[in-house]
């Protein structure tokens, strides 16, 4: 998204078959950016089914959904995000879930994360009751992801180095509130391998963890803290063959790649997998696993060709110019 002051808008691709991107359209929110970096992860989200898109609008306190079409998106709702400064949002079974960082907004009441219902027609309306606090008012989180089977929702709060979990009941309403205490410090980025592996990396000592997520949120660490030998961890992907992870380090410049044992433990497979020309920020994996998408700092999409027998990464194109604040990524 371009997350500017003036109006967000989504700027959509073509990505050819050698990996090469090509501008397609734009297509408004009808919201408003910041127009500048979030700190997070999980702007723009998919639909569990593949049919909408999701995004974030930080600067006007809402979000936008989209029908994806083989015209493009056509937009179907957009509605308060039921705090200040959405940052990340997620969706599963038709229920929708925003995450807002209210108290770096100046909002009293604090950060916290709030349901949303998605219509048949793709509108979507506020679930009553689902708003709920994170461990603290100002913990400066960055991502909120239901697990893969949707029993479960996940917050990572990098200031407050806490990570949060909640079960969902009948009626869509986020409970079962457990706060964790993170393997390594700065817990930013995460992906679930599976309904019961997640994968979360961690700016402050350029680590990466896996646990164990329980049927009521629990966590149980499986790798703690594991080296990328980088600086600020803070992106997190992983490939559709569930074998590797790869980590955007920010300050360094550079992705990291970790393989994923059967047990689900985190091994470095190379600390500098791939140097980026603009500072890493979000990344994503096609579904087909052969292309690695980077947006960085500088207003780049870095295209990667992953090697299918070692997950090694060789560049393939560096697309530039997109505007300063440019936010989150998907790719489908």
């Known amino acids: 998204m371009e997350n500017a002051t003036t109006g967000n808008s989504v700027i959509a691709y073509q990505q050819s078959s ?8 734009t297509f408004a929110t ?7 970096g979030l700190e997070n992860q999980g702007a723009l989200a998919l639909s569990n089914d593949g049919k909408y898109l999701f995004v974030v609008n930080p600067g006007s306190n809402d979000v936008t959904a989209f029908q994806i079409t083989n015209q493009g998106l056509t937009q179907t709702g957009r509605v308060s995000s039921g705090g200040r400064l959405p940052v990340s949002v997620t969706e599963h079974g038709g229920l ?3 995450l807002n960082r209210s108290g770096e907004a100046g909002d009293p009441a604090g950060d916290n994360i709030t349901g949303l219902r998605l219509g048949t027609d793709g509108s979507l309306t506020p679930i009553p009751g689902s708003t709920v606090e994170l461990s603290a008012g100002g913990v400066n989180p960055a991502q909120i992801q239901f697990s893969t089977d949707g029993s479960i929702i996940v917050v990572t709060e990098t200031g407050g180095g806490h990570i949060d979990t909640y079960t969902v009941d009948a009626n869509g309403v986020a409970g079962g509130h457990v706060v964790h205490p993170s393997a390594g410090t700065e817990p930013f980025g995460f992906a679930f391998r599976n309904a ?3 994968y979360v990396s961690e700016a402050g000592a350029g680590t990466a963890s896996s646990y164990t997520v329980g049927s009521q949120g629990a966590l149980q660490t499986i790798s703690a803290a594991v080296q990328t030998q ?3 961890a803070c992106w997190l992907v992983i490939t559709p063959d569930k074998k590797t992870a790869y980590v955007s380090n920010t300050s360094s410049g ?7 044992g059967v047990d689900g433990s985190l091994s470095l497979s190379a600390s500098v997998a791939a140097t980026t020309q603009g500072n890493p920020l979000d990344m994503a994996v096609t579904p ?3 292309y690695l998408n980077v947006l960085t700092t500088t207003g780049n999409i870095e295209v ?5 027998s070692t997950g090694g990464l060789s560049s393939v194109q560096v697309l530039t110019g997109l505007p300063a604040g440019t936010n989150g990524l998907v790719s489908f």
């Open 196 to 198: 019961t592996q997640l």
């Open 254 to 260: 550079t992705i990291s790649e970790f393989a994923i």
């Open 18 to 25: 050698d990996g090469t991107l090509s501008q397609a359209a």
């Open 304 to 308: 990667f060709r992953i090697e299918s």
């Open 96 to 98: 929708v879930y925003v």
């Open 230 to 232: 980088q600086r600020t």
């Open 288 to 290: 087909d696993g052969r």
């Open 30 to 36: 009808g919201g408003l950016g910041v127009g500048h």
